[in-house]
T-cell receptor, first 115, second 116 residues
Framework: EADIYQTPRYLVIGTGKKITLECSQT?????MYWYQQDPGMELHLIHYSYGVNSTEKGDLSSESTVSRIRTEHFPLTLESARPSHTSQYLC??????????????FGNGTRLTVT | AQSVTQPDIHITVSEGASLELRCNYS??????LFWYVQSPGQGLQLLLK??????LVQGIKGFEAEFKRSQSSFNLRKPSVHWSDAAEYFC??????????????FGTGTQLKVEL
């Protein structure tokens, strides 16, 4: 039923590796988001985009970077993974006219483990 | 700054029993409130939302929530819980982002366990 797709679902990788987490949506949404989720903690917004070629940092400081070259695609990259990056990363999108009343649609997440 | 508090980290109920999950928010204006559910290994699914109007809102899977401005609360309820309702539930309040979009601020979640 999901119209927003994240790959991979699980990733175990060694320290220092470069990784890219993929996120794509087929709903034509302009707004896209990346949240970081740790067990027992609230979700934290780390990046968002309000359209092609726009990217902004969220509340939680993150060493990751994002890009938005196409409407449907919003990948997140870590240039050099560290154990502190171990977490679940959730991608989401909301509709063009969306403001604070606009629900976010979430993907199934990528669970990243850095050893 | 907006914030959300979910005071119950874990709740266990018997199948068929009623359920209430608590949520308190802090927001300077009329809040936009959401409840999401997350099953193990899955993303978040929207259960229901409140913007204005009737303070009792109906959602999917038989859930409802009541907005009480005087108590700054938006509690989630279900009259009869099913084993498949076992999951983590997140309350959230919406806010504005530069350039548009919804800055959702989440609570820490309530883990629901259902005993058969």
């Amino acid at each position: 039923e999901a119209d927003i797709y994240q790959t991979p679902r699980y990733l175990v990788i060694g320290t220092g590796k470069k990784i890219t987490l993929e996120c794509s949506q087929t709903m034509g949404h302009d707004k896209m988001y990346w949240y970081q989720q740790d067990p027992g903690m609230e979700l934290h917004l780390i990046h968002y985009s309000y359209g092609v070629n726009s990217t902004e940092k969220g509340d939680l400081s993150s060493e990751s970077t994002v890009s938005r070259i196409r409407t449907e695609h919003f990948p997140l990259t870590l240039e050099s993974a560290r154990p502190s990056h171990t977490s679940q990363y959730l991608c989401a999108s909301s509709e063009r006219q969306g403001g604070p009343n606009s629900p976010l649609h979430f993907g199934n997440g990528t669970r990243l483990t850095v050893t | 700054a907006q914030s959300v508090t979910q005071p119950d980290i874990h709740i266990t109920v018997s199948e068929g029993a009623s359920l209430e999950l608590r949520c308190n928010y802090s927001y300077g204006a009329t809040p936009y409130l959401f409840w999401y559910v997350q099953s193990p290994g899955q993303g978040l699914q929207l259960l229901l939302k409140y913007f204005s109007g009737d303070t009792l809102v109906q959602g999917i899977k038989g859930f409802e929530a009541e907005f009480k401005r005087s108590q700054s609360s938006f509690n989630l309820r279900k009259p009869s819980v099913h084993w498949s309702d076992a999951a983590e539930y997140f309350c959230a309040v919406g806010g504005r982002l530069t350039g548009g979009g919804n800055k959702l601020t989440f609570g820490t979640g309530t883990q629901l366990k259902v005993e058969l």
